[in-house]
């Protein structure tokens, strides 16, 4: 197993849809991350969860609705999403979440098209 | 918002010839990291340097960071082609907080054979 697996790889999209990104780490990490990468922008923090506890939502619209169930598992709802939208969605985990990020392991990503 | 400036954004070189790719800041980070991403992977940890002017080697690359921490270059001596993808820095914010790390844009890489 991979340190940090996504599903799906490429999701094909309406605007009315409703569908989930999947995120699963075996690393036994406590902090678990969504970012978002567009052309020509830096990584946006998305969510961040430490402990299974959300601690960050930087003014992310609502049409993204995360969870995390566990420790290991972290989702992506998306809900009526807009054409710029569309992005390379990457999750991400490291040990801890105190102030301190440390080293971060990347999945591959999920390539994300709202038409 | 701290931000981090990358540059050059693109860069294209033949094999075999050496490059320096920045990373400037107005803040400073109490530690920076570099990440090397490749088509269809997520971003790779490749080194984190913490102490002002601390310089890390990597095989044929080196990285330095700054003495007032904010800011950063990777050098790579004799370009592989293998060295091809993104190179992204990111920085801890100097007396952490819940942000997490500051990325920079990039600097994309190509090495031609």
């Known amino acids: 197993e991979t340190g940090v697996t996504q599903t799906p790889r490429h999701l094909v999209m309406g605007m009315t849809n409703k569908k989930s990104l999947k995120c699963e780490q075996h690393?036994?990490?406590?902090?678990m991350y969504w970012y978002k990468q567009s052309a020509k922008k830096p990584l946006e923090l998305m969510f961040v969860y430490s402990l299974e506890e959300r601690v960050e939502n930087n003014s992310v619209p609502s049409r993204f609705s995360p969870e995390c169930p566990n420790s290991s598992h972290l989702f992506l709802h998306l809900h009526t999403l807009q054409p710029e939208d569309s992005a390379l969605y990457l999750c991400?985990?490291?040990?801890?979440?105190?102030?301190?990020?440390?080293?971060?392991?990347f999945g591959e990503g999920s390539r994300l098209t709202v038409l | 918002t701290q931000l981090l400036e990358q540059s050059p954004q693109f860069l294209s070189i033949q094999e075999g010839e050496n490059l320096t790719v920045y990373c400037n800041s107005s803040?400073?980070?109490?530690?920076l990291q570099w990440y090397r991403q490749e088509p269809g992977e997520g971003p790779v940890l490749l080194v984190t340097?913490?102490?002002?002017?601390e310089v890390k080697k990597l095989k044929r690359l080196t990285f330095q960071f700054g003495d007032a921490r904010k800011d950063s270059s990777l050098h790579i001596t004799a370009a592989q082609t293998g060295d091809t993808g993104l190179y992204l820095c990111?920085?801890?914010?100097?007396?952490?907080?819940?942000?997490?790390?500051?990325f920079g844009k990039g600097t994309h890489l190509i090495i031609q054979p």
């Open positions: 803040s400073v980070f109490s530690s």
């Open positions: 690393l036994g990490h406590n902090a």
């Open positions: 340097v913490v102490t002002g002017g």
């Open positions: 990111a920085g801890e914010p100097a007396g952490g907080g819940a942000d997490g790390l500051t």
């Open positions: 991400a985990s490291s040990q801890d979440h105190a102030g301190y990020t440390g080293e971060l392991f």
